[in-house]
C-alpha cells in the first residue's frame, strides 16, 4: 500500500491550508483593471486639482501639460493618457470652474424667497462678486475665446452654452420673470433684421432649457423681441463686468457698487421691473 504525507500547512500542523480555526482570511485580490481604474481616478484627480491650483496662482496660460507634469514629479507624455490635448484639459477646468460657480449661486438663490426677479438679480450680483474674487478662473471661462468672435460659434460672450449650469441657473430665474411678470418686450419689428434667424435659432435652446427646469413656458411666451431682449440683458450685465474686472472703465469709479446697482436698476426700470 502507497502511504501518502499528509499535506501541511505553512505552520506545520499538518492541516490543510485555510482550514485552521484560526486561520486568518486574505482579502480578495484587486483584479489588474480595478487597479488601474482606481489609479486613474486618483491621478485624474491630481492633475485637475494641479491644474486649478497654477490657474489660481498664475493665470490661464500657465496651465500647460509640461508645467502640471513638472508639478507631479512625472513626464508630459504621461498626462495623455488622460487628456488628449491641452484643449482637452483646458475644457474640463472650465467645466469644473462653471460648475463650482453655479452651485455657489444655486446655494444663495435656495435661502431667498421665491421671487424669480429677485433671484434674478441676486445671481447677477452674484455672479459680480465671484468675478471680482475670482478674477483668474473668471478669465478661463468668460474671458478666454474658444472659437469665432463676435455671434460666432465658440463666443464666451453670448452665453451660448446655455445648457450648461452657470446657464441654467441664469434662464431658470429668468423663466420665473418671463412667467410671473408683465415685462415691456420689444416688438419682433424692432429687431434688427440681420440677426431674426440667429435669435430665432436662439429661442429654441433658451426655451428648451427653461422648460428643462420645470417651468412651462409656451412658444409664444418666448418671442422673437423677448429673445432679443435677454441678449441684451446678458451683454449689458457681462460687458460692465468684465470692464471691471479688468479695470478698464473708462473713468476712475470710487464707488464701483454703486455703479453696478445703478446698472441693475436701469436694467430692470427697461424691463418694467422695480428692483427693492
Known amino acids: 500500500m502507497v502511504m501518502t504525507k499528509p499535506i501541511r500547512s505553512a505552520n506545520g500542523d499538518g492541516e490543510q491550508p485555510g482550514t485552521g480555526p484560526d486561520e486568518v482570511r486574505q482579502p480578495p485580490r484587486r483584479t489588474r483593471r480595478e487597479g488601474r481604474s482606481r489609479e486613474r481616478a486618483a491621478t485624474d484627480h491630481d492633475i485637475?486639482?494641479?491644474?486649478?491650483?497654477?490657474?489660481?496662482?498664475?493665470?490661464?496660460?500657465?496651465?500647460?501639460?509640461?508645467?502640471?507634469?513638472?508639478?507631479?514629479?512625472?513626464?508630459?507624455p504621461a498626462l495623455y493618457r488622460y487628456y488628449g490635448s491641452r484643449d482637452d484639459l483646458i475644457e474640463h477646468l472650465r467645466l469644473d470652474v462653471i460648475?463650482?460657480?453655479?452651485?455657489?449661486?444655486?446655494?444663495?438663490?435656495?435661502?431667498?424667497q421665491e421671487d424669480g426677479a429677485l433671484q434674478l438679480f441676486a445671481i447677477c450680483k452674484g455672479f459680480r462678486r465671484w468675478a471680482l474674487t475670482h478674477t483668474r478662473e473668471f478669465t478661463l471661462v468668460f474671458a478666454s475665446p474658444t472659437g469665432g468672435v463676435g455671434s460666432a460659434a465658440?463666443?464666451?460672450?453670448?452665453?451660448?452654452?446655455?445648457?450648461?449650469?452657470?446657464?441654467?441657473?441664469?434662464?431658470?430665474?429668468a423663466g420665473e420673470v418671463l412667467a410671473k411678470h408683465d415685462l415691456a418686450i420689444p416688438s419682433a419689428d424692432l429687431v434688427p433684421p440681420e440677426l431674426r434667424d440667429d435669435?430665432?435659432?436662439?429661442?429654441g435652446e433658451l426655451l428648451a432649457v427653461i422648460n428643462e427646469s420645470g417651468l412651462n413656458i409656451s412658444a409664444d411666451k418666448l418671442e422673437l423681441g423677448t429673445t432679443y431682449l435677454m441678449i441684451q440683458f446678458w451683454a449689458r450685465l457681462y460687458g460692465h463686468v468684465t470692464?471691471?474686472?479688468?479695470?478698464?472703465?473708462p473713468i476712475q469709479v470710487s464707488n464701483p457698487d454703486a455703479l453696478f446697482d445703478a446698472m441693475l436698476a436701469d436694467l430692470a426700470r427697461e424691463i418694467g421691473l422695480a428692483l427693492t
Do not use: C, Q
Open 243 to 249: 470692464l471691471e474686472v479688468f479695470g478698464n472703465y
Open 48 to 76: 485637475k486639482r494641479t491644474a486649478r491650483k497654477l490657474l489660481m496662482e498664475r493665470g490661464p496660460d500657465a496651465v500647460t501639460l509640461r508645467a502640471i507634469a513638472r508639478e507631479l514629479g512625472i513626464t508630459a
Open 154 to 173: 465658440g463666443s464666451v460672450a453670448t452665453l451660448n452654452r446655455v445648457a450648461e449650469p452657470f446657464g441654467r441657473i441664469f434662464l431658470s430665474a
Open 99 to 112: 460648475s463650482d460657480l453655479a452651485g455657489e449661486l444655486s446655494a444663495e438663490v435656495a435661502e431667498l
Open 199 to 203: 435669435l430665432a435659432t436662439y429661442r
